[in-house]
């Protein structure tokens, strides 16, 4: 009777162990659902340029991939609620972003002004440096545009002159970039430039030199700026 008893319950307890040796089955957390929402938190970058939108396309991608493999493999991975986090994300930041950059492009130029891309004032590869036919067309005009401050053309921690140029190539590493990709901007409004890395906008006078004027730290520019905007 004790014998029975006794083997009844070692028979109870290896039933017991056998099921938290079931609980505790090892699970793998989705490699997809993790890049999946990777992207999507640097996808918030998008909000600023409009370049980065791949970053939360790309973490869509691996959103849907996850999903994919989560319905797949039920017994061997988890992170369900990291794939969706992370699709959400992707999907408000791609549907937010372009209507935002659509919104500040229509809105962005001053009246007055005419949009100039800085890519109608640069010459040409194998070109000699020199103002385009496009940019001395516009001497003398109202124009906006869109550039960076060159780092060496700012000394102090303000300035109301700096150089204008068109890409973070010239502007983040200080090279000294072709006579045409670069404007010598004098503020004549109140405010004040200050050292950055990310983009601005001017607007205000276009002045076109036939000579090269010289420029402290740099070879010196065809091209002068009176901004009256500045941001």
């Known amino acids: 009777m004790n014998q029975a ?9 290896n ?3 056998s099921d938290d040796s079931e609980d505790f089955t090892y699970k793998s957390l989705s490699r997809a659902g993790v890049l999946c ?14 370049l980065l939108l791949f970053l939360p396309a790309i973490g869509l991608f691996f959103g849907l991939v996850a999903l ?8 061997e991975l988890i992170g369900t609620s990291v ?29 007055g002004f005419e ?10 590869m194998g070109a000699p440096d020199f103002p385009t ?10 124009v906006f545009l869109k550039g960076y401050i060159h780092p060496t053309s700012i000394s102090s921690n303000s300035s109301k002159t700096f150089v204008f140029v068109p890409d973070w190539g010239t502007c983040c590493f200080g090279t000294q970039p072709p006579l045409t990709h670069m404007i010598q901007v004098r503020l004549v409004n109140d405010g004040f430039a200050f050292k950055s890395v990310r983009q601005h906008s001017i607007a205000g ?9 010289p420029v402290e730290g740099l070879e010196g520019v065809y091209y002068e700026f009176e901004a009256e905007h500045f941001q």
Do not use: C, M
């Not at 969706?84 to 408000?92: D, M, R």
């Not at 036919?133 to 109202?142: Q, R």
């Open 5 to 13: 008893i006794s083997d009844s319950k070692a028979t109870e307890a």
């Open 15 to 17: 039933y017991y162990v």
């Open 37 to 50: 929402l990777v992207f999507g938190l640097f996808g918030l970058l998008a909000w600023i340029s409009p």
């Open 68 to 75: 994919r493999n989560l319905k797949k493999y039920p017994n």
């Open 83 to 111: 794939a969706w986090l992370g699709i959400l994300l992707s999907v408000a930041i791609l549907i937010a972003s372009p209507g935002r950059h659509i919104y500040i492009y229509n809105t962005e130029v001053p009246e």
């Open 115 to 124: 949009r100039v891309q800085f890519a109608s004032l640069k010459s040409q």
């Open 133 to 142: 036919a496009e940019a001395i067309a516009l001497n003398g005009k109202k």
């Open 205 to 213: 006078t276009l002045e076109v030199h036939p000579y090269i004027k």
